[in-house]
Structures are given as C-alpha cells and as structure tokens.
C-alpha cells in the first residue's frame, strides 16, 4: 500500500510541475510546437523513427552509431629508407628509427661496439662522426641506398 501513497504523491508533484510549467510562455511554445510536429507525423502516416529521419536528413544531423565504429582510414606504414654504409671496415645497413628488432647482422655489430640498442648506436655514431643528424651521418659515411 506503501507504493501506492508513493505513487500518487508522485502524481501530485507532476501534476503541480505541469501547471507551473504550462504558466511559463517559452514551456507553452514548446508544448505548441510538439503539438503541431505530432500532427504532421500524424498528417503523413509517419513512424516515430522515419519521422526523425526526415528531419535530421534536414538538418543534416549526424546520429552516433549504437556501436561505434572507427570510420579511420589506415595508412600503409611506408619502410623508412635503408643506407649501406661501412663502419670501421664492416659493411653495415643504417637506418633512422629508434624501436623494433635489428637483423642478426647488424646486432653483431652493434653488440661488437659495446651497445645494446639500436638508437644509441646511432647516437654514437652521430656524435663519433661529428654531425647533427642521422641524414648528415649517411652523408659523411657516404650511405648508399639500399633497395627492398
């Protein structure tokens, strides 16, 4: 019985609420307006949905998906060049990154030189040869590029 004293008290509340808001001018142009847009519908036997269709297709709405999706496109990661360079007499393939796993052969040179990554070797080699960049190394060291 609880529930039912709950619910309408609840009743009264709304109903004061609509009162008050039916006082309020801009609350009646809205109630006005819903008025007339639900007689269009009704007008051209349209669904709620198909309703709302036409008018976001009016207004150019976009609606999020109830699954979003990413709409991203991916880009090909393009292969940073590679250069052929000699290093104290070992022929050896640069290039300018900073992560991932090196080749066997240039690992054995790297760990030869006493590194046990990549970027610092570079780093090394860059400071070694006097340069400011890895493009100005390739440059000294007279890099040829080496095709895949």
Do not use: C, W
């Not at 309703?51 to 109830?66: G, I, N, Y």
């Not at 393939?93 to 900073?98: C, I």
């Not at 400011?132 to 080496?146: N, Q, R, Y």
């Amino acid at each position: 019985m609880s529930k039912l004293l709950d619910l309408l008290a609840q009743q009264k509340q709304l109903e004061e609420q609509i009162k008050s808001l039916q006082s309020n001018e801009q609350e009646a142009k809205v109630m006005k307006f819903v008025e007339e847009l639900e007689a269009l519908r009704n007008k051209y036997a349209y669904t709620v949905p198909d309703f709302l269709d036409v008018v976001h297709s009016l207004h150019r709405v976009k609606t999020p998906a109830k699954t979003p999706t990413s709409v991203s496109v991916k880009t090909p990661k393009v292969a940073k060049p590679q250069y052929k360079v000699v290093v104290d007499g070992v022929e050896v393939v640069l290039r300018e990154a900073s992560q991932g796993t090196m080749k066997p052969d240039l690992e054995k040179v790297v760990k030869a030189a006493g590194f046990t990554k990549y970027k610092d070797y570079v780093a090394d080699l860059i400071k070694k040869n006097k340069v400011k960049t890895f493009d100005d190394l390739i440059k000294k060291l007279k890099g040829v590029p080496v095709t895949a």
